[in-house]
């Protein structure tokens, strides 16, 4: 099944700075990856997601990677701010008929200091 | 986005008892949701996943008879916890994929249970 290794587990920035949170996935047909958020004692937030198909995706202040070949996708934040504090995780899944699982990573808990 | 609910977010039941968790579809329809729990500081643990007016798929190691999982409509899911024990207090959280072949995912807010 798939596998997906995320790093680093924690993660500490100033304000301002930019935060980079990295995946690796082993499944080759994967074909989709989300990022969630995470704050405490609350459900996971879906912040953003690419396919297959394209190799980087941008909304505002983050943005996502993906290299098919190397198998690995990455997060970035840039002008990070406290609020910005959480746990992210990425995900795995590989669409088709009938339905399919997201096979998450560990986290990432990124703390911003003021 | 699109919402899932999830209810109650949090709950106390004696040892023994049984314990409901809803999870709801508020804007779409979900052909599919999926259970979750998690430990604190630790990724989230697929217990089962379920597709409306079918039996869900449980995980290896996730006991169906304990967890009973019910999806009778395209916007609702419930978990059951049955006979209850203080190990199964885990924050448990639901998520539903709407459509198909389509991945996009979103997850509810949460439940904790506690088991007294």
């Known amino acids: 099944g798939e596998n997906v290794e995320q790093h680093p587990s924690t993660l500490s920035v100033q304000e301002g700075d930019s935060a980079v949170i990295k995946c690796t996935y082993s499944d080759s047909a994967s074909n989709y990856f989300p990022w969630y958020k995470q704050e405490l004692g609350k459900g996971p937030q879906l912040i953003i997601d690419?396919?297959?198909?394209?190799g980087e995706k941008k909304d505002q202040r983050i943005a996502v990677t993906l290299n098919k070949t190397a198998k690995h996708f990455s997060l970035h934040i840039t002008e990070t701010q406290p609020e910005d504090s959480a746990v992210y995780f990425c995900?795995?899944?590989?669409?088709?008929?009938?339905?399919?699982?997201?096979?998450f990573g560990k986290g990432t808990m990124l703390l911003v200091s003021p | 986005g699109a919402v899932v609910s999830q209810h109650p977010s949090r709950v106390i039941c004696k040892s023994g008892t049984s314990v409901k968790i809803e999870c709801r579809s508020l804007d779409f329809q979900a052909t599919t949701m999926f259970w979750y729990r998690q430990f604190p500081k630790q990724s989230l643990m697929l217990m089962a996943t379920s597709n409306e007016g079918s039996k869900a798929t449980y995980e290896q190691g996730v006991e169906k008879d304990k967890f009973l999982i019910n999806h009778a409509s395209l916007t609702l899911s419930t978990l059951t916890v049955t006979s209850a024990h203080p190990e199964d207090s885990s924050f448990y959280i639901c998520?539903?994929?709407?459509?198909?072949?389509?991945?996009?995912?979103?997850f509810g807010e949460g439940s904790w249970l506690t088991v007294v």
């Open positions: 690419i396919r297959s198909n394209v």
């Open positions: 998520s539903a994929r709407a459509g198909t072949g389509v991945n996009t995912i979103y």
């Open positions: 995900a795995a899944s590989k669409s088709g008929s009938g339905y399919s699982t997201l096979t």
